[in-house]
């Protein structure tokens, strides 16, 4: 993390974190172009970096703390900072895409959840109610309420639908840094945790896993999957606390648009 100091944004700085969170979007929207079955996960990342460069961009990830790529790829039970790799996605997987980007001096850092092909209704299940959870503690990303109403907001969410919330990571703040003070845990309780004030951009990130709550990291350094092997999802927003509704910066519509065609 970027030190403990919170740095409440400006509406210049805000407008170049939008600008970096909408690149994000884009180049996401790109790798959904291309994902299908066959696909690696190496070849998006390719795609991604190119979109990134492209549009006078840096690929935040690439080499933050010695990470390999440009996306963080997790595949089914992986749950977050899988590296890609050349095996093909096959039919019935899905694929958290995680993508960062560094532009004008602001990183914008989204993440969504890919299906390949045609999915059990199990998994639709839990992709949508983990988007879900996203909305909801976006929701509570409002001036004057607390970090642990946005934390109540995916957990109650996901756990009344039976599913695990991952507690060892969390959403961050977002601005000159990719990860900065506070933390935004994916669990809490209402009414608890530091006061939210207008300016603060946040990454809010639910991990939400169909089994147990439990994660393990595997040997190569960064990958973290769940502890039984079941599924896992992952949507990510960039928000801005603002007074009574929160403004998103990042987006999933161009990527939705590709989907839906
Ligand atoms: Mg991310
Ligand atoms: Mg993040």
């Not at 960062?100 to 209704?121: H, P, Q, R």
């Not at 000159?176 to 009414?191: C, F, K, M, S, T």
């Not at 939400?208 to 350094?221: A, E, P």
């Amino acid at each position: 993390m970027g030190g403990r100091k919170i740095y409440y944004k400006t509406e210049e700085e805000i407008d170049l974190l939008r600008e970096s969170s909408l690149l994000v979007g884009r180049t996401l929207a790109e790798v959904a172009k291309v994902l299908k079955p066959g696909v690696s996960t190496l070849d998006i990342d390719k795609v991604a970096e190119e979109c990134i460069r492209d549009n006078e961009g840096v690929p935040g990830f690439l080499n933050y703390n010695g990470f390999p790529n440009s996306l963080c790829t997790s595949v089914n039970s992986q749950v977050v900072h899988g590296i890609p790799n050349d095996t093909p996605l096959e039919e019935g997987d899905i694929v958290s895409v995680d993508c960062g980007v560094l532009k004008n001096g602001f990183y914008g850092d989204s993440a969504y959840t890919f299906t390949i092909g045609e999915v059990s209704d199990e998994i639709k299940k839990l992709l949508r109610v983990t988007k879900e959870s996203l909305y909801l503690a976006i929701e509570q990303a409002v001036a004057g309420n607390r970090m642990g109403d946005i934390g109540y907001a995916v957990q109650h969410h996901a756990e009344s639908n039976g599913y695990g919330v991952v507690r060892e990571l969390v959403g961050h703040g977002l601005g000159q840094n990719l990860h900065e003070a506070p933390e935004v845990p994916n669990y809490g309780r209402r009414g608890n945790g530091m006061k939210l004030r207008e300016g603060l951009v946040l990454a809010i990130e639910p991990m939400i896993n169909m089994g147990v709550r439990q994660v393990k990291q595997l040997n190569d350094g960064w990958t973290i999957k769940t502890a039984d092997n079941l599924p896992s999802a992952h949507f990510e927003h960039d928000v801005v606390v603002r007074k009574g509704k929160a403004e998103i910066l990042s987006t999933f519509e161009y990527i939705e648009e590709v989907l839906n065609k």
